[in-house]
């Protein structure tokens, strides 16, 4: 399974930044997909992950701001972010756990994209 993220950048305290991020490949069942973040100096962290079609999971630092939504027929997933903070200034991965042709779980990771809030 490859994942290809897309969607950070540079935004001021109280914007909005919308991640996305495709899954391809080929015999893959995907149960879960979601995004971690890692702020400099800091461990990587959950932010966000929806599971099998509609269960989502927030962290609590950004419960009520942050919105996870997954779409079946593309294999992405999305994650809108609205009253950005600095402190979610980190580089977000996009994760997925997924099941290949024998039922073994795997977990994959796309390459990170920036996330920078300037206050």
């Known amino acids: 399974v490859q994942l290809q993220a897309s969607g950070g950048g540079l935004v001021q305290a109280g914007g909005s930044l919308r991640l996305s991020c495709a899954a391809s490949?080929?015999?893959?069942?995907?149960?879960?997909m979601g995004w971690y973040r890692q702020a400099p100096g800091k461990e990587r962290e959950l932010v966000a992950v929806?599971?099998?079609?509609?269960?989502?999971l927030y962290a609590d630092s950004v419960k009520g701001r942050f919105i996870i939504s997954r779409n079946n027929t593309e294999s992405a997933v999305y994650l809108q972010m609205n009253s950005l903070k600095s402190e979610d200034t980190a580089v977000y991965y996009c994760?997925?756990?997924?099941?290949?042709?024998?039922?073994?779980?795997?977990?994959?990771w796309g390459q990170g994209t920036q996330v920078t809030v300037s206050s």
């Open positions: 994760n997925v756990k997924a099941a290949n042709s024998n039922l073994y779980l795997s977990h994959y």
């Open positions: 490949g080929s015999d893959f069942s995907i149960k879960a």
């Open positions: 929806i599971i099998e079609d509609h269960n989502t």
